[in-house]
């Protein structure tokens, strides 16, 4: 079956704009979560969402959100750019309760996110 | 506030040897660890989990152990391949979805 997918692979965006990630989880996986991953930082939670809502958020300012279409794909999407912004940006899909747990989630190979 | 602590970034073991990686972490309310492992450009790959009730959880070549006492927890890889060589992350959730990953080691197998 088809894992998960991140599109755009890449993308170069200028400080004070504002961008779109977008992921598309396993077929019949209902949750799905976002993190950020920088050199040093390892991996960051961003937010978590089931059934289109949020269940779960990290330590990010208001800058960073998201959302969950009914089909279960799921958009990220940052405002007002920073330098600091830029990082691989990787989502993660998982059956109900079962991503923490027993197999862990399944990762998308991320969208690399360049603020200049 | 680092919950997850990964202290060697890096590390080379002879093919063949066993690997040890090891992970600590601060928060006692964590009661599921796992590992993944990443190669550039891909996303982290699960490889094993293990419950906070259980000491010991092996499959195959990789075995976990996690010591609660002393808030620790190891991979072991036995015997080390070339194609173990990648960034491995412990991370640790308190049973809901957010996992809390540590800053990463890269194993390097040297043939």
């Known amino acids: 079956k088809a894992g998960v997918t991140q599109t755009p692979r890449y993308l170069i965006k200028t400080r004070g704009q504002q961008v779109t990630l977008s992921c598309s989880p396993i077929?019949?996986?209902?949750?799905v979560s976002w993190y950020q991953q920088t050199p040093g930082q390892g991996l960051q939670f961003l937010f978590e969402?089931?059934?289109?809502?949020?269940?779960n958020k990290g330590n990010f300012p208001g800058r960073f959100s998201g959302r969950q279409f009914s089909n279960s794909r799921s958009e990220m999407n940052v405002s007002t750019l920073e330098l600091g912004d830029s990082a691989l940006y990787l989502c993660?899909?998982?059956?109900?309760?079962?991503?923490?747990?027993?197999?862990?989630?399944?990762f998308g190979s991320g969208t690399r996110l360049t603020v200049v | 506030d680092q919950q997850v602590k990964q202290n060697s970034p890096s590390l080379s073991v002879q093919e063949g040897r066993i690997s040890i990686l090891n992970c600590d972490y601060t928060?006692?309310?964590?009661?599921?660890f796992l590992w993944y492992k990443k190669y550039p450009a891909e996303g982290p790959t699960f490889l094993i989990s293990?419950?906070?009730?259980?000491d010991k959880n092996e499959d195959g070549r990789f075995t976990v152990f996690l010591n609660k006492s002393a808030k620790h927890l190891s991979l072991h890889i036995v015997p080390s391949q070339p194609g173990d060589s990648a960034v491995y992350f412990c991370?640790?959730?308190?049973?809901?979805?957010?996992?809390?990953f540590g800053t990463g080691t890269r194993l390097t197998i040297i043939p």
């Open positions: 993660a899909s998982s059956l109900e309760g079962q991503g923490a747990k027993n197999y862990g989630y399944t």
């Open positions: 077929s019949g996986h209902r949750s």
């Open positions: 969402y089931f059934s289109e809502t949020q269940r």
């Open positions: 928060n006692s309310m964590f009661d599921y």
């Open positions: 293990i419950s906070s009730i259980k």
């Open positions: 991370a640790a959730s308190t049973g809901n979805e957010k996992l809390t």
